[in-house]
């Protein structure tokens, strides 16, 4: 069974003695914060305390406070939990989604996120990611993705860009290097995946010589074609067709890159997209990036790195590309998978509807027009009789 976490109601100060005057009152207003929203709710009280004890079951193991807990911090825990405590997976599964669920609430309250930040000097993060928790199974998937089942909106993908390129301008401005780097590399990155819809794996996989040359548009040079690795343990291959994709590969391994290479331990690491230590990404890191994006744009929490690729081939089924062509940049093998992946708004299935009704009414009367005419019978009277 497990030993569970203790139930009982919390004395006045029950926060870790090993707190900073500065931790105490900073980890004190995220916990009153959070239980006075879910008491707004009416959430069940012994819920509420619960979740307190869970949540400063994490804070007393990793002797952190979120905006030093990293995703690390949480597996060590998880690991614990099992180890130590011998939870079973629905226990496990309980205690990882109160921190998760707290987490959302931090990183989604302005009045906390500018709190941690005046501190730290950066962002609150969210530290539970699907590659680290347990995911709830669910009877009939066949409709659903369990990293990320939705296309962006395109307002959603206009903002998501938008606040990269003006974070990317405020570093700028500020000297900020390190900042500067890592958001043009993200840049690069997150724009790759929407171009040409690599999953997470396959993007912190690729390396220098994922690229070669396409010999019908020498003008991408090394950026013509594109070769992955990933879900299946099988490689695709697919030529680059949004020409502003290859301009900005070029210019990260260029001018990004080589600030991250000069860090790496060894100066020919192959990987294509590199962290602060000149090694390749994982995908904590990827998603971590992704969500800390995301939440500077005030974007839903539903959103993650996997609908990237969700909207890159909505995007073809927009711009008229056929389902086999997409199908076999996707890598997918069937067809009906990949029209799971494509998601079309009302307007713009409205407006093909209006599109193909008005084309096929000009084809009908076109060919009315160009007919040939039957000859009247002249053997008949125009009563209809014989003459």
């Not at 396959?202 to 594109?226: A, H, K, Q, Y």
């Not at 890159?257 to 294509?272: C, I, Q, S, T, V």
Request: glycine letters at 6%; a positive charge.
């Amino acid at each position: 069974m497990g030993r569970p976490l203790p139930k009982q109601a919390p004395p006045e100060d029950d926060l870790p003695e090993w707190l900073s005057d500065v931790q105490r009152e900073l980890l004190g207003s995220m916990l009153t914060a959070y239980e006075t929203r879910r008491r707004a709710r009416r959430d069940d009280e012994q819920s509420i305390l619960d979740g307190r004890a869970v949540i400063l079951s994490l804070v007393r193991f990793a002797k952190r406070i979120p905006g030093e807990l990293e995703p690390e911090d949480f597996e060590r825990w998880s690991e614990s939990l099992y180890r130590d405590l011998d939870l079973r997976a629905t226990s496990q599964r309980k205690y990882q989604g109160s921190v998760k669920q707290w987490f959302e609430y931090l990183c989604t309250t302005p009045k906390l996120r500018n709190a941690v930040r005046a501190v730290y000097q950066h962002d609150l993060i969210q530290i539970v990611t699907p590659e680290n928790s347990i995911i709830h199974k669910r009877e009939d998937e066949r409709g659903s993705d369990s990293h990320g089942g939705r296309s962006f909106s395109d307002e959603e993908i206009e903002r998501f860009f938008s606040c990269l390129e003006s974070d990317i301008g405020i570093a700028f401005n500020q000297r900020s290097a390190v900042q500067l780097r890592c958001l043009q590399r993200d840049k690069a990155m997150f724009g790759g995946m929407l171009s040409e819809g690599w999953r997470a794996d396959e993007v912190i996989n690729l390396n220098m010589r994922s690229f070669e040359p396409n010999l019908d548009f020498p003008e991408f040079e090394n950026f013509g074609i594109w070769h992955v690795f990933g879900k299946g343990k099988k490689w695709r291959t697919a030529p680059f067709e949004d020409p502003s994709t290859p301009t900005l590969l070029k210019w990260y391994v260029n001018t990004v890159r080589p600030l991250y290479l000069a860090k790496a331990l060894d100066a020919n690491e192959d990987g294509f997209f590199l962290t602060e230590r000149g090694q390749k990404f994982s995908y904590a890191g990827l998603y971590i990036r992704f969500k800390r994006a995301a939440s500077a744009a005030n974007l839903p929490l539903d959103l993650t790195p996997h609908c990237l690729r969700h909207t890159a081939f909505s995007d073809d089924a927009r711009e008229g590309k056929s389902l086999h062509a997409t199908q076999k940049k996707a890598g997918h093998a069937y067809a009906a998978t990949t029209q799971i992946y494509t998601h079309l708004p009302d307007s713009f299935v409205k407006a093909e509807a209006a599109r193909v009704t008005r084309a096929r009414m000009e084809r009908a009367r076109k060919a009315a027009a160009t007919a040939p005419r039957s000859k009247p019978d002249k053997s008949k009277s125009p009563k209809g009789k014989t003459k």
